[in-house]
């Protein structure tokens, strides 16, 4: 099976500058997050969607960063304005719903460098 | 009460060696607990996940024993290869709305020298 597509790999920006990355999960994963992994340090969840639906976002700086899954399919993430603190990879994982212990596959991510 | 604790930060092993990461955790509610491995420019994938009602699991050369009472679990790396070198990561995973979450470790970069 085709694994998770992101894109783009790599995005290099200006602090205060506004951007967004995209997600393709596993056809058939109806679940879909949006992990922060700062240089040296897990992945943080920022956002966790159930087909279209947010099921939370309680760890999602929502003054800049906002997220959707429309048609419960791919996703896009972005950030508005991006601080020097944005500085990241930017994960997209999926997996199956309701399956107990359902594995997450992650995407290889996509890296931001706020300068 | 979320955090998962992970070390040591880093480890270097011998070829043939057996790397141990550690980890642990305050959540009783967890009940699913998966190691990644991640390699420079990828995503992390599962290696091995275990739940708590099994005090150890073995996959290959990866083995998870996990101590309830003590809410500690490890990763064992039998005759480890240069090819294992990467940053692992422990988790843990608790239902949430009939999905799961994961709560990472900080990581664990393994050097395997040849």
């Known amino acids: 099976e085709a694994g998770v597509a992101q894109s783009p790999r790599y995005k290099i920006i200006e602090k205060r500058q506004s951007v967004a990355f995209w997600c393709n999960p596993i056809s058939g994963h109806a679940t879909l997050y949006w992990y922060q992994q700062i240089l040296g340090q897990g992945p943080k969840l920022l956002i966790q969607?159930?087909?279209?639906?947010?099921?939370?976002d309680s760890q999602l700086p929502k003054d800049r960063f906002s997220a959707e899954r429309l048609k419960g399919v791919d996703s896009t993430l972005k950030i508005q304005p991006a601080k020097l603190e944005d500085s990241a990879v930017y994960l997209c994982a999926s997996s199956i719903q309701g399956f107990y212990n359902s594995p997450l596959h992650f995407g290889n991510g996509t890296r931001l460098t706020v300068t | 009460q979320q955090q998962v604790k992970q070390s040591p930060q880093s480890l270097i092993v011998q070829k043939g060696g057996i790397p141990i990461i550690n980890c642990a955790y305050e959540n009783t509610a967890f009940d699913y607990f998966p190691w990644y491995q991640q390699f420079p420019g990828k995503g992390p994938a599962l290696l091995i996940a275990?739940?708590?009602?099994?005090s150890e699991k073995k996959e290959g050369r990866f083995t998870i024993s996990f101590n309830k009472s003590a809410k500690q679990f490890s990763l064992h790396i039998m005759d480890s290869q240069p090819g294992d070198s990467a940053t692992y990561f422990c988790a843990a995973s608790h239902p949430n709305r009939g999905a799961r979450q994961l709560t990472f470790g900080s990581g664990t970069q393994l050097t395997v020298l040849p």
């Open positions: 275990i739940r708590p009602d099994v």
């Open positions: 969607f159930q087909n279209n639906g947010v099921v939370d």
